[in-house]
């Protein structure tokens, strides 16, 4: 007799749950341990505010902080601010992290965090990344952003920065 045939779905979950109980062994064996953030990690969103429509960079960044031990929630696109700031708030995160590669963060990234304070949520901290010049970075930071990374930065400086500056709160 043969065994009945698996559904792609059952699959799946076989493979997600693999993968879940595999990524911590596979960075500790790269060197890479996870990040000791406690017992309670920091809840992340990630989010891409604008027209922008290139998200894998915003993508990689969630899933390197998920697997160094933070709960990370990917908005998804064309996000407007008071988007991203509700769904903050409703997450209950610790930090959001924002993406754009359209030139357009002097406009919104400033915006998210004052529909964050409109939400009385300005104790999240807001971070940001992407194709951003050097001459903008202090009037983000002037607005509230806590950091920006460029194009390029790794992976493990943005956690290191995450878990100095979220584990604790």
């Not at 304070?117 to 999240?124: T, V």
Request: net charge neutral; hydrophobic share 40%; proline share 9%.
């Amino acid at each position: 007799p043969t065994a009945p045939p698996t559904s792609s779905t059952t699959c799946c979950r076989r493979r997600r749950r693999v993968r879940r109980f595999a990524r911590p062994l596979i960075r500790i064996l790269l060197g890479r341990a996870p990040l000791p953030f406690g017992p309670m990690p920091p809840r992340i969103l990630i989010a891409k505010p604008g027209l922008d429509g290139h998200d894998r960079g915003a993508k990689v960044v969630a899933r390197a902080l998920r697997d160094a031990g933070c709960e990370g929630i990917y908005s998804g696109l064309h996000q407007t601010p008071a988007q991203i700031a509700q769904a903050a708030v409703d997450e209950d995160v610790d930090g959001v992290g924002l993406s754009t590669l359209s030139g357009a963060h002097l406009t919104l990234f400033p915006r998210v965090v004052e529909a964050l304070r409109e939400r009385d949520a300005d104790d999240i901290i807001v971070f940001g990344g992407g194709i951003i010049p050097d001459e903008d970075l202090p009037a983000l930071y002037d607005a509230g952003i806590a950091a920006v990374f460029a194009p390029g930065t790794p992976l493990d400086v943005i956690e290191a920065w995450v878990a100095e500056n979220l584990s604790d709160r």
